[in-house]
């Protein structure tokens, strides 16, 4: 592992994070919820906020796809995304919706800042983000899809969004 330069479980509790906060809202696959636990873990995301009925840990299918990242990664479960929401206010955190929706963000055109408390919610393989959370939200990012195709899987969508926001902040390192 130190070879490839690879924190141990104790090193990563340790590090610093970034202070970006997943929300995953009704995600149908557990498999989904694992694969984001393991970017999650990939780009030292503060923490996974679960939401509904959407798998937690400990389940077979997640701990299948996260390769462990579920015993690393902070995560909390809440009933309903408001919950979510509110804890989230409270620790001064904007909150985003991943979705395209009228008036979106472009992901590619989002400027934050090192510090700036940023959580993006990820909605349900079929139906996406609740239109009642969306309009409780700071805004939507939307990941611009040139293609016939016009969606992506959560668990891609998460990783190219959490990829952007993570560089960016490396950027200004």
Same mark, same amino acid.
């Given at each position: 592992?130190?070879?490839?330069?690879?924190?141990?479980? %104790? $090193?990563?509790?340790?590090?610093?994070?970034? *202070?970006?906060?997943?929300?995953?809202?009704?995600?149908?696959?557990?498999?989904?919820?694992?694969?984001?636990?393991?970017?999650?873990?990939?780009?030292?995301?503060?923490?996974?906020?679960?939401?509904?009925?959407?798998? /937690? *840990?400990?389940?077979?299918?997640?701990?299948?796809?996260?390769?462990?990242?579920?015993?690393?990664?902070?995560?909390?479960?809440?009933?309903?995304?408001?919950?979510?929401?509110? $804890?989230?206010?409270? /620790?001064?955190? =904007?909150?985003?919706?991943?979705? =395209?929706?009228?008036?979106?963000?472009?992901?590619?055109?989002?400027?934050? $800042?090192? $510090?700036?408390?940023?959580?993006?919610?990820?909605? &349900?393989?079929?139906?996406? +983000?609740? =239109?009642?959370?969306?309009?409780?939200?700071?805004?939507?990012?939307?990941? *611009? =899809?040139?293609?016939?195709?016009?969606?992506? &899987?959560? %668990?891609?969508? %998460?990783?190219?969004?959490?990829?952007?926001? +993570?560089?960016?902040?490396?950027? /200004? &390192?």
């Amino acid at each position: 592992m130190t070879e490839l330069g690879r924190k141990s479980v %104790a $090193e990563f509790k340790e590090s610093a994070k970034f *202070p970006v906060i997943i929300i995953l809202e009704n995600i149908r696959s557990a498999y989904n919820v694992g694969s984001v636990f393991r970017t999650a873990d990939a780009f030292l995301i503060e923490a996974i906020y679960i939401v509904g009925y959407s798998a /937690k *840990p400990p389940h077979k299918e997640i701990k299948k796809t996260a390769l462990g990242a579920e015993e690393t990664v902070e995560w909390k479960y809440f009933k309903t995304t408001a919950e979510a929401i509110d $804890e989230l206010r409270s /620790k001064d955190f =904007q909150v985003f919706a991943a979705e =395209q929706a009228e008036g979106s963000y472009l992901l590619h055109e989002i400027k934050t $800042e090192i $510090e700036e408390k940023i959580a993006i919610i990820f909605g &349900n393989e079929v139906t996406g +983000v609740e =239109q009642s959370v969306i309009e409780i939200c700071d805004g939507c990012i939307e990941i *611009p =899809q040139l293609g016939m195709k016009h969606s992506l &899987n959560i %668990a891609t969508a %998460a990783g190219v969004v959490l990829w952007e926001l +993570v560089r960016g902040r490396l950027l /200004k &390192n």
